[in-house]
């Protein structure tokens, strides 16, 4: 897929709550089989970082491991930043700090702000149109005070109903081995001011729907397409963990993406 002659294309994947770079590993495996360079980082207190979740207490040190990658890119290196579910968020905030180290950001059936409303705001939209049964997810305040984010584990029941539907039991069984306690870190996105649109606006955005996605809905994710419109709308016929379920069909739409914004 990747022609050897090119410079070699990255990759940043990013993925989403209570998971681990680890989610990504089909994926990273085929593209770097393909000539691609990958980098597949945990974020904070999430995959093997060790810190637990309470010395996480807001979304830009949750975002801190993506944000030292671009940081530490060599003048004139940019990369394919792509965002699974809750990376969304970190994808747009990445880009809002480096956009010239972004060739293109990718929303893989992935929470997308605008650069009108506060970060929050999509996350928000999401919870209170119900768009998701969250069925044993537990929700736990973290101290008593109220300072630090509400924690999020999703169980076991709706992991394998809502977001590991198409995949195998062998994946299904990964993923819930390796799952870990993590935040929507509304409480202080809510705080956040918007992304600007000199900076998160001008970088250039491609949304890959996932059909079958019964975390985040066809619906919401064209609603989030709708409210802000990107350059390029892609398809898979797969669930919420697409990565698992149908990697070598967002392999060669990842790839695509690569070819044509690089």
């Known amino acids: 897929m990747a022609v050897a002659d090119k410079p070699c294309k990255h990759f940043v994947l990013v993925h989403g709550a209570c998971l681990g770079g680890w989610s990504w590993f089909k994926v990273a495996t085929r593209l770097r089989s393909a000539g ?14 060790p810190r637990p979740l309470r010395e996480v207490p807001t979304f830009r040190d949750y975002t801190g491991p993506l944000l030292a990658i671009l940081g530490s890119l060599p003048p ?17 905030l990445a880009a809002e700090m480096f956009p010239d180290k972004v060739v293109a950001a990718v929303f893989l059936c992935a929470f997308m702000p605008d650069h009108t409303s506060r970060p929050s705001n999509v996350l928000e939209k999401f919870i209170e149109g119900n ?8 929700m736990k305040p973290q101290d008593a005070e ?21 995949c195998s039991p062998e994946d ?4 819930r081995s390796l799952m870990r306690v993590s935040s929507m870190f509304v409480e202080d996105l809510q705080v956040q001011q918007p992304y600007s649109e000199g900076r998160y606006g001008s970088v250039r955005k491609v949304y890959v729907v996932c059909k079958q996605d019964l975390a985040i809905a066809e619906g919401f994710q064209r609603w989030m397409i709708d409210n802000y419109p990107v350059e390029e709308v892609k398809e898979i016929d797969a669930d919420h963990c697409v990565m698992l379920s149908r990697p070598s069909e967002l392999v060669r739409c990842l790839v695509d993406i690569a070819e044509d914004y690089t």
């Open 76 to 92: 004139g290196e940019k990369v394919v930043l792509v965002g699974h579910s809750l990376g969304g968020v970190n994808v747009a």
């Open 146 to 166: 109220g300072k630090l984010p509400k924690s999020m584990l999703f169980g076991p029941k709706i992991t394998q109903e809502k977001f590991v539907q198409l």
């Open 36 to 49: 691609y360079r990958v980098t597949a980082p945990d974020l904070a207190a999430s995959g093997i970082d």
């Open 131 to 138: 768009w998701l049964d969250w069925m044993d997810t537990e």
């Open 172 to 175: 299904v069984t990964l993923t």
